[in-house]
């Protein structure tokens, strides 16, 4: 046993250093994907890669003595919980200099995840749901993962929005603080305040994501000893797509199927509450109703409850079915609870949303037989080869104890569910974030494989190789990968002030004050030039406006409006105090009369365009 398990632990460390040379130099590009999708490539300087390995160097160190060294089981969840809300921050920190600007980012585009711009576009007066197959062709070209995907998600930002419209005092706080972020989109600025304050759930979402250390070290206790319960939950923070994805709602995923799974165990333990199923039930249920991969997670449960049941009563199919029968009731009407209030709501079925999903997913051009590589390539890579060896090796190596083999099965009814899944060809590409919500059942798996094949004496040593191997796994695809890409852009830097030559100290209304002026002749027309002073943070656009006044005291032209510096700095950038320099050509009429000539400079904009910002000259009357 002893030497079966140096040779896995050889293997791993070889098999690491090879995809980290194929990572590294990209020398085959398949390892990105292939056939229609590929992770694109974006090398960051090596200083930065070198950071992010100090990060999981200090999180693994850490561990380790948590681990290995204390008795406690407090203090290494708390690690594990800080591990999974940072080290994605730290990875972020790689291409982005401010890492709550890409989450944010990240969680209003729908390019990289979807659902709050969806609930944002939606008018809602009109009953989407009802017509929710037509929503989902919308979506369409601008926002795929939308267009493939029940209601759930879309409408759980929408009730979030509800919640904040509600709380007006919070939400308009959060549109301040928010707001300069995205300052010059023309989209964003026009969202109402509780649609910015929604997006606090995604720009959290690593928190939520580390949620999941308490349940899937819960569950890995029960089924076997805290020991390996802590063994798992320190491992999650080192999961690749965990940290590689965040701001994803699939983050998030894993922390319900662990939930359910945890009900579940908790009636295997104890053959008491069967309610237990109809919860687990009615959190698959959720979950399908937000996202369409959840489908396979109550079957998986199932399929685990039944080996458990033949465990304790072998293969004994009447008492099985005696025992199984109430249990799979509870299951189903929990997981179909949010169907059929859905069903009754909109008059659609799910097969109704399943054929609409469909019709959208599987078009997508990814050949049969090299994505049946591919897709268990992507999701291996994401996960960590580390893990997965540990999985698949102590699952075909099966305990003789029935207790054990009540973790056992963990491993056996993965490795049914990712393979019927891979073979069937309903997943396109990007399995390291699709399949996310089934990792943690690897690193149960996992950590009765090291328990069981290790002895107790190497045990600690071989946990550090692990967790060594997956760190540089998880660096190097981090550093040499690009795998969120966002559509929405960092804010424009301030452009400053000008030195005009003429003072002003103009006030309009309590936002703006122009402090200098000046202009000048120039091919026909006059070269205004204007500074500004910004008193306060504005939340939407306004428009300026000058008309020329002739010698003869009449509007010799008509009104010219603008955006400043040509719409590429609005107000809705300014921060209080800053100076802003705008300059704008006011065309002169043809055959225009010599003389004194004026300039009406007018403000506008909020919720009255029409109404000019009143004006306070720098005598104190009303100009």
Aim: charged share 15%; aromatic share 12%; glycine share 8%.
């Amino acid at each position: 046993m002893k030497n079966r398990f140096t040779l896995l632990l050889l293997v791993i460390i070889e098999v690491t250093a090879l995809l980290l040379f194929f990572i590294l130099t990209d020398i085959s590009p398949y390892v990105r994907g292939g056939f229609g999708w590929r992770w694109p490539l974006a090398p960051v300087p090596a200083g930065k890669a070198l950071a992010l390995l100090s990060v999981l160097a200090a999180y693994a160190g850490g561990a380790y003595i948590l681990v290995h060294r204390v008795r406690r089981t407090a203090p290494a969840l708390v690690w594990a919980f800080l591990g999974a809300v940072l080290i994605p921050c730290a990875v972020i920190a790689l291409r982005h200099d401010n890492v709550v600007f890409e989450l944010l980012s990240r969680t209003l585009s729908s390019l990289t995840t979807g659902p709050h711009h969806a609930a944002a576009e939606l008018d809602w007066s009109t009953d989407p749901l009802r017509r929710w197959p037509a929503v989902m062709a919308g979506f369409a070209g601008h926002n795929s993962h939308m267009s493939i995907s029940p209601p759930g998600a879309i409408l759980f930002y929408a009730m979030l929005n509800a919640l904040f419209r509600a709380l007006p005092g919070i939400a308009g706080q959060v549109q301040q603080a928010l707001l300069p972020c995205f300052c010059d989109n023309p989209v964003l600025i026009q969202y109402a305040p509780e649609e910015w304050a929604s997006a606090l759930f995604g720009v959290l979402m690593p928190v939520w994501a580390g949620l999941a250390v308490f349940p899937l070290y819960s569950s890995t206790r029960r089924l076997s000893t805290p020991e390996q319960g802590r063994w798992a939950a320190i491992w999650w923070p080192l999961v690749p797509a965990v940290s590689l994805f965040a701001a994803s709602p699939n983050t998030l995923y894993p922390l319900l199927t662990l939930l359910a799974f945890d009900l579940v165990t908790r009636w295997c333990r104890t053959e008491r509450g069967a309610y237990r199923f109809g919860l687990a039930g009615l959190i698959t249920g959720l979950g399908t109703f937000a996202y369409p991969g959840f489908a396979p997670v109550p079957v998986m449960l199932g399929l685990y409850v039944a080996l458990d049941l033949v465990r304790k009563h072998g293969w004994n199919l009447r008492r099985v079915l005696r025992a199984g029968l109430p249990l799979a009731a509870w299951l189903i009407a929990g997981f179909g609870l949010p169907w059929l209030i859905f069903w009754l709501a909109s008059d659609l079925t799910p097969l109704d949303i399943l054929t609409a999903s469909m019709t959208q997913h599987i078009p997508l051009e990814r050949p049969y037989l090299p994505w049946v590589w591919l897709h268990l390539q992507d999701w291996v890579l994401f996960t960590g080869v580390p893990l997965i060896a540990l999985w698949l090796a102590g699952t075909f190596r099966p305990a003789k104890e029935p207790e054990a083999r009540a973790i056992g099965n963990v491993g056996l009814v993965m490795f049914i569910t990712i393979l019927v899944i891979d073979l069937s060809g309903i997943s396109r590409g990007e399995t390291g974030r699709v399949w996310l919500l089934y990792t943690p059942f690897v690193l149960i798996a996992a950590a009765d494989g090291l328990y069981r094949l290790a002895g107790e004496r190497r045990r600690a040593a071989a946990w550090a190789v692990i967790a060594v191997c997956q760190a540089a796994l998880l660096v190097a695809p981090a550093a040499m990968w690009d795998t969120m890409i966002s559509d929405l852009g960092p804010s424009p830097a301030p452009p400053g002030g000008l030195q005009a030559t003429q003072p002003a100290n103009a006030r309009f209304g309590d936002l703006f004050t122009l402090t200098g002026w000046d202009a000048t002749v120039e091919d026909a027309a006059i070269l205004l030039r204007l500074d500004w002073r910004a008193e306060q943070r504005t939340i939407t656009p306004y428009t300026f406006s000058a008309t020329l006044i002739g010698p003869d005291s009449a509007p010799a032209s008509e009104v010219i409006t603008w955006q400043p510096l040509e719409g590429r700095y609005p107000t809705t950038c300014w921060a209080p105090g800053e100076s802003v320099g705008d300059a704008v050509r006011l065309p002169l009429p043809e055959g225009a009369a010599p003389g004194a000539w004026w300039i009406r400079l007018a403000v506008s904009g909020g919720n009255a365009p029409a109404e000019h910002l009143p004006v306070i000259s720098a005598d104190g009357q009303p100009a």
